[in-house]
């Protein structure tokens, strides 16, 4: 009896592994949803911590601790977010400029969240009700004018820019570091 052939011809394997197409690089490993909603949660816990640290100091404030605790939160929440992301997502762009972006707004959001705690504690938790029934900014317009001078109060974007290049530096410096699987 012969012996029976197989239906599919055997093939032999490439020498060697072909590129992706379009230049794409290979999967960097790591998790940058997760790192991203991981930044989130933290820096909203960063933020909270800091409108408690504003509620409860606020009566013992000079202008200039104020802004130091400002610049010094952006500057925290930002390498906190910048930390966690570049440890968690590797080497992925979106979640870097994503980090960045979280730890602008945690700096921006501890700040005005802050301001109707204040407000709540040297007025009344009504006063602060009528007031954002009357003006549902006024936080975010506390954050943007300087109070001394009805200008602007360029400490509020500095922070801001702080937070986001603390974030995406610290993001890089780590994702870059991390070996690509």
Do not use: C
């Amino acid at each position: 009896m012969q012996p029976m052939q197989s239906a599919y011809p055997m093939h032999q394997a490439p020498q060697f592994q072909a590129a992706p197409p379009f230049g794409r690089r290979p999967n960097a490993g790591g998790h940058p949803v997760g790192a991203v909603f991981l930044g989130f949660f933290v820096s909203v816990i960063v933020s909270m911590l800091y409108s408690g640290l504003i509620l409860a100091t606020y009566k013992d404030q000079s202008v200039t601790t104020a802004n130091t605790l400002y610049l010094g939160h952006a500057l925290i929440n930002g390498a906190i977010v910048g930390f966690l992301i570049g440890t968690v997502a590797h080497r992925n762009n979106g979640a870097w400029i994503s980090g960045a972006i979280i730890a602008a707004l945690g700096a921006f959001f501890g700040y005005t969240n802050a301001i109707p705690l204040v407000f709540a504690d040297a007025e009344s938790p009504g006063a602060v009700w009528d007031l954002v029934r009357y003006e549902p900014f006024w936080p975010a317009k506390a954050w943007w004018t300087d109070e001394a001078t009805d200008g602007v109060d360029w400490f509020s974007p500095l922070g801001l820019l702080l937070a986001a290049a603390a974030a995406w530096g610290l993001a890089y410096l780590i994702g870059s570091r991390r070996r690509q699987v």
